[in-house]
């Protein structure tokens, strides 16, 4: 069982920028950040697999962008040019299913943090 604890989030005004932290207690073949706004159903927001590949959900595409240091097991989500509808708890996931198919798909992931709040102001 991987363990994951995010950490960065906030409040923030449109335009802003943000970076959320995933701490893993251990290695994993792919690692991604999902998000849920109130009312709404968890979206894939950025995915990467240890192969290096990597997928984002078209409403971030160009303002977020995921990193990883393998040395420390975490994953980073840079957030910039921040929107309202970017408002949303933000979770951090680990361990594919498949991850020679990376997607984000939420069934496609094992182990799952408690998550952080993004709020972003107009």
């Known amino acids: 069982q991987v363990q994951l604890v995010e950490s960065g989030g906030g409040s923030v005004q449109a335009g802003g920028s943000l970076r959320l932290s995933c701490a893993a207690s251990g290695s994993s073949n792919c690692m991604a950040w999902f998000r849920q706004a109130p009312g709404k159903e968890r979206e894939g927001v950025a995915a990467?697999?240890?192969?290096?590949?990597?997928v984002y959900a078209d409403s971030v595409k160009g303002r977020f962008t995921i990193s990883q240091d393998n040395a420390k097991n975490t994953v980073y989500l840079q957030m910039n040019s921040l929107k309202p509808e970017d408002t949303a708890m933000y979770y951090c996931a680990a361990g594919c299913v498949l991850p020679w198919a990376l997607s984000l798909k939420s069934s496609q992931f094992l182990h799952w943090g408690q998550g952080t709040q993004v709020t972003v102001s107009s």
């Open positions: 990467r697999a240890a192969s290096g590949s990597i």
